[in-house]
Nanobody
Framework: QVQLVESGGGLVQAGGSLRLSCAAS????????MAWYRQAPGKQRELVAT???????NYADFVKGRFTVSRDNAKNTVYLQMNSLEPEDTATYYC?????????WGPGTQVTVSS
């Protein structure tokens, strides 16, 4: 059974940091590109960061220099280190695994940044 489970969300003050984790099971994690998305209330889901099977990374402009995505294939886990958080970063954060036509999503974890 395929599962992606995000954790690490919570309430933080502006300027603070959080580290999100996404634990995967039920598929060959190392063969999948992993990504973090977010969705704020009333807005569309947007891509935050991706990390390929070769650990190449890409970031949305609005998080460059503040967020870092990484993966640990031995632990089947992808991380999102979020620094210098802003109230605009408040959203539900989702991880996604993709390979060819396969894609898997987690249920999300809530991040709330207070001003």
């Amino acid at each position: 059974q395929v599962q992606l489970v995000e954790s690490g969300g919570g309430l933080v003050q502006a300027g603070g940091s959080l580290r999100l984790s996404c634990a995967a099971s039920g598929f060959l994690f190392s063969a999948y590109t992993m990504a973090w998305y977010r969705q704020a209330p009333g807005k569309q889901r947007e891509l935050v960061a991706t990390i390929t099977t070769g650990a190449s990374t890409n970031y949305a402009d609005f998080v460059k220099g503040r967020f870092t995505v990484s993966r640990d294939n031995a632990k089947n886990t992808v991380y999102l280190q979020m620094n210098s958080l802003e109230p605009e970063d408040t959203a539900t954060y989702y991880c996604r695994g993709s390979k060819w036509s396969n894609e898997y999503w987690g249920p999300g974890t809530q991040v709330t940044v207070s001003s």
